[in-house]
């Protein structure tokens, strides 16, 4: 029985709609079995959950499997009438599995992306991480300042916010360029997506890094691996949540003295603990 209307299957319908179930789940497990495989899951969940991903597509795949030998057995019985026990549904009989198949077809026609700086405008860069995060408590004293990656040094920033400590420290860090409109022409923000559970609450930071010339040689969503040094500027934007400020605040900046191109690493996401 449907709550939107009640529909007339005839018995070769209700016969084949368990196949559709059938194929939904096997088409999800396949799909997740796939994402594993290829490595594409570190673009959608953080690793923390690659074992539980793996584990739900191979049961899926099983549970099909055990679902089409029960369907096969059903459909060789004779005197079969194509009955079916009616239930309650919210969609008319077969439309939830189909649209799980078409979902499924989706994720493996369009592959995931990688977020962009359109993307880290919208959702907001800053040196901070959320209060809730334990990646302070993780932070390690020990780290070479020129051994620190991108995260770390927001790590860092978080445990330690006074700029002038990290004045002279050397910096080799990589991350996607973001052309902020609240930085002047020779600044360009470095930043990376960090992923808490999933790409869904992932969130931009990044660092400002000061420029020898104009930033247009260097288009958004380039990756550039940065060699400089960390300096303090006094700037009208508040690095820490990179909103404008009423008066100029001195904030920690990296001051490049080497910039090189490098392709998009196959990790590009930094994660939290």
Same mark, same amino acid.
């Given at each position: 029985? %449907? ?23 096997? =088409?999800?497990? &396949? ?23 793996? =584990? ?40 939830? $599995? ?21 993307? =880290? ?20 004293? %020990? ?5 620190? $990656? ?17 004045? /002279? ?5 990589? /991350? ?18 960090? &992923? ?5 609450? =992932?969130?931009?930071? /990044? ?47 990296? $001051? ?18």
């Amino acid at each position: 029985m %449907n709550v939107l209307s009640k529909f007339k299957l005839t018995p070769k319908l209700k016969l084949f709609l368990p196949g559709l179930d059938i194929l939904a789940i096997l =088409a999800w497990g &396949i799909l997740l079995f796939k994402y594993w495989v290829t490595g594409q899951l570190k673009l959608l969940i953080h690793p923390n959950y690659n074992l539980l991903v793996l =584990a739900t597509g191979i049961l899926l795949i099983i549970l099909a499997g055990v679902k089409a030998w029960l369907w096969v057995q059903t459909l060789r019985k004779k005197g079969n009438n194509g009955e079916t026990v009616e239930h309650i549904t919210i969609f008319p009989p077969g439309w939830g $599995s189909s649209f799980l198949i078409i979902s499924a077809i989706a994720g493996f026609i369009i592959p995931p992306t990688i977020f962009d700086s359109q993307m =880290a405008l919208q959702r907001g860069i800053s040196e901070s991480l959320p209060i809730t995060q334990s990646e302070i408590q993780s932070f390690a004293l %020990n780290i070479k300042p020129e051994e620190r $990656s991108l995260i770390d040094w927001i790590r860092t920033l978080n445990a330690y916010p006074e700029p002038d400590a990290y004045q /002279g420290q050397k910096a080799n860090v990589t /991350g996607f360029v973001v052309h902020s409109p609240l930085l002047p022409e020779d600044y360009i923000l470095l930043s990376r997506f960090i &992923i808490t559970c999933c790409a869904v609450d =992932a969130y931009p930071v /990044g660092l400002p890094v000061k420029l020898e010339r104009d930033r247009s040689s260097y288009p958004p969503d380039t990756w550039l691996q940065i060699e400089g040094e960390m300096m303090t500027e006094t700037l009208t934007i508040d690095t820490q949540t990179m909103q404008q400020t009423p008066t100029q605040k001195r904030q920690l900046v990296l $001051s490049a003295n080497s910039i090189t191109t490098i392709p998009t690493p196959n990790d590009p996401y930094g994660y939290s603990n």
